[in-house]
């Protein structure tokens, strides 16, 4: 094997393992940002000795075995046990952690350690964007750069932001555990939350020159199936889970060849991914199955189910997706849901419904610059009719997005009503 072909290797191995391995050392040394310049180390030292000798038969274990040895240095070479009980006295000796046994601990089962480390990166003490950056370096096992460009932002400032949630964590003092059942729901919302952002982001990028960013969705999929699998009795990590499915399933299908987004009632169903919408529904089963009154995931995964169910735009059932806005305005009420509302309702009883209902929305403070206010407005004033008020729409939605791809389609929509 090529050293180039290795170090692909180890990379794939580094995104699939790394978690795993930081989440171990993490239960050892109580600190995410020590734990992961441990597993770092094991890295560098694949980097070095697997292109000579070899990628070994169980890459994961090697890696797992060569931190462990790391973390066990670490401790004897810092003395990291005497500061620990001279940091906290009494409250250690009474836990009784004078000698650890790191290979029992290192051994232990994982499923709990990679929980907890979700729930530490995604703890609502950090910044919804030092969340990000930490989850999608700890848990995605992505590098400062790859999370800097996905989300258009300097490399600096995201390092800035990986450091600042490390030290955050520390100086909080954040406990490596699951949290207690009368904190579960409100930490496992954080938790959520951010693998929805980054999926949304992979799925419709705010910025720049591309519609999507696919690697971001398959991470935010990565993420949620994990999830799933630690939390399997949590119907809204199942609703996430099966949002997520649907939406990725639509990818093929959602950009022309030259880049160019093509909306869902244009899109070609054959390109839909089977496959992904099977996953997707199952999961939304799951989600039911396991509560009888549907979370804000799992209802928006029950909307998204009614366009994956329908074989051709025109067999969409809007009647039933204004029933399930309704009932997600009722549990998670917010302006942007009230738009997709709208949307549902012109669609089922024609443009000028939808209009007035939009209309309610334009003096929203929250919806001042959001570009998709205007866009969906000046749809239905075209569909009336009303060519120049619509024209004056789509221009000020092109002003009003950051991507590129978007810009675009909104100015020859807006061409479009110059010319008719």
């Known amino acids: 094997m090529t050293s180039n072909a290795t170090h692909s290797a180890i990379d794939a191995v580094w995104r699939i393992e790394s978690a795993r391995i930081i989440a171990g050392l993490t239960r050892i040394v109580r600190d995410v940002g020590i734990a992961e310049e441990?597993?770092?180390?094991?890295?560098?030292?694949?980097?070095?000795?697997?292109?000579?000798s070899g990628i070994p038969d169980n890459p994961g274990a090697w890696l797992m075995a060569t931190a462990k040895h790391r973390a066990i240095d670490h401790w004897r070479r810092n003395k990291l046990l005497e500061r620990k009980h001279q940091e906290f006295g009494r409250e250690l000796e009474a836990q009784e952690m004078a000698v650890p046994d790191l290979d029992a601990a290192i051994d232990d089962e994982v499923g709990d350690d990679l929980l907890r480390l979700v729930f530490i990166s995604?703890?609502?003490?950090?910044?919804?964007?030092?969340?990000?950056?930490?989850?999608?370096?700890?848990?995605?096992?992505?590098?400062?750069d790859e999370i800097a460009r996905a989300f258009l932002v300097a490399e600096p400032t995201v390092a800035q932001r990986i450091v600042r949630a490390k030290r955050t964590l520390s100086e909080a003092r954040v406990p490596f555990e699951i949290p207690r059942k009368a904190d579960l729901a409100a930490r496992l919302a954080s938790v959520l939350e951010v693998i929805y952002l980054v999926f949304n982001e992979g799925y419709s990028a705010t910025a720049g020159d591309d519609w999507m960013r696919p690697a971001l969705c398959e991470d935010a999929l990565r993420l949620g199936r994990i999830l799933a699998e630690l939390a399997p009795d949590e119907p809204e990590v199942h609703g996430l889970v099966?949002?997520?499915?649907?939406?990725?399933?639509?990818?093929?299908?959602?950009?022309?060849?030259?880049?160019?987004?093509?909306?869902?009632?244009d899109q070609d169903r054959a390109l839909w991914d089977q496959l992904l919408i099977r996953r997707g529904l199952a999961a939304l089963e799951r989600a039911e199955k396991l509560r009888h009154s549907r979370g804000p995931y799992a209802l928006q995964a029950a909307i998204v189910a009614c366009h994956a169910r329908a074989r051709t735009a025109q067999e969409t059932d809007w009647s039933r997706i204004v029933t399930l806005y309704e009932e997600l305005g009722q549990i998670a009420p917010s302006p942007i849901v009230e738009l997709n509302r709208a949307v549902a309702v012109a669609m089922a009883f024609g443009p000028a419904a939808g209009l007035e209902l939009?209309?309610?929305?334009?003096?929203?403070?929250?919806?001042?610059?959001?570009?998709?206010?205007?866009?969906?407005?000046?749809?239905f004033l075209f569909k009336v009719g009303r060519f120049a008020e619509a024209e004056q729409e789509f221009a000020r939605?092109?002003?009003?997005?950051?991507?590129?791809?978007?810009?675009?389609?909104?100015l020859d929509r807006a061409r479009l009503c110059a010319q008719s």
């Open 38 to 52: 441990l597993a770092q180390d094991a890295l560098v030292a694949a980097l070095e000795q697997w292109p000579e």
């Open 122 to 144: 995604c703890h609502p003490v950090l910044s919804p964007e030092g969340r990000v950056a930490l989850t999608l370096r700890l848990l995605g096992g992505l590098t400062t």
């Open 397 to 410: 939605a092109a002003s009003l997005t950051r991507n590129a791809r978007e810009r675009d389609l909104l």
């Open 358 to 379: 939009i209309d309610t929305l334009t003096s929203e403070p929250s919806l001042k610059a959001y570009h998709l206010l205007p866009s969906v407005r000046g749809d």
């Open 242 to 265: 099966a949002l997520m499915e649907i939406q990725a399933s639509r990818s093929a299908a959602r950009v022309s060849e030259n880049g160019e987004p093509i909306l869902l009632l």
